[in-house]
């Protein structure tokens, strides 16, 4: 069952990404989707040294006071940065839109290299594991509209 389930997370997940790269493009001039499904991060731009990765979630910004998402990528990032295959780490968060769940709003974080809250977690009911987990404060994000390049 949990393999069927983080199958069913990755093709959620791709249709996502599909829905967020329009919005990207229109602010990030080479932005590209990366091209293996099991990249380190969901997009690229090469000309700005920027790796964007994008977590889908189905509740609305602030009905949590965190997010969770994977330290590897956190660890990812800050490595790349370190190696000087990036210049910045941004993460994005898709909600659903308080007033209209069908519809979505896109947050973001970049990391900072500072910020390291963590917590272990996992969707248990799903027959996950608790794993290492970052556990960042929703009033970090910010709208999309606000990424400055």
Do not use: A
């Not at 949990?2 to 199958?7: G, T």
């Not at 910004?61 to 990528?73: C, D, P, S, V, W």
């Not at 993460?91 to 272990?120: A, C």
């Amino acid at each position: 069952m949990l393999r069927s389930k983080i199958e069913q997370d990755v093709k959620w997940g791709l249709i996502k990404e599909k829905h967020v790269l329009p919005l990207l493009q229109s602010k990030i001039k080479d932005i590209k989707k990366t091209p293996y499904k099991y990249d380190p991060f969901d997009f690229r731009s090469d000309e700005l040294k920027m790796d964007l990765e994008l977590k889908s979630r189905n509740i609305f910004k602030g009905q949590y006071k965190t997010i969770y998402f994977g330290l590897n990528k956190l660890v990812k990032g800050r490595l790349r940065r370190q190696n000087g295959t990036s210049l910045r780490t941004i993460y994005l968060f898709r909600f659903q839109k308080r007033n209209d769940p069908s519809k979505h709003v896109v947050y973001f974080w970049e990391d900072d290299g500072i910020f390291g809250n963590t917590t272990m977690n996992g969707n248990l009911r799903n027959g996950e594991k608790k794993k290492e987990l970052v556990d960042l404060p929703c009033d970090l994000l910010k709208p999309l509209k606000l990424l400055s390049i």
